[in-house]
């Protein structure tokens, strides 16, 4: 597997005790590379990108108050 599509594809495949390992596992590897992180505590990781989206759905709901 080199490619997202690949790992995408087989993540499909997975039951949920193979996708809450591939969650640990790239959850370490966030941690390790320390990309992005903004908090890294025992709930789990919070990255720049999960930041962006919860700000995005926020300004949806005040776009869709305001129109």
Known sequence: MSTVADIT???SQLDIQ???EVE???HS???EKS???IFDDDYGVW???DQA???AEAF???DADEA
């Open 18 to 20: 193979g996708l809450l």
């Open 29 to 31: 590897l966030q941690r």
């Open 24 to 26: 640990g596992r790239l």
């Open 47 to 49: 990255t720049m990108e």
């Open 60 to 62: 949806a709901v005040l």
């Open 35 to 37: 990309t992005g992180v």
């Open 53 to 55: 989206s919860a700000a």
């Open 9 to 11: 594809s087989a993540l």
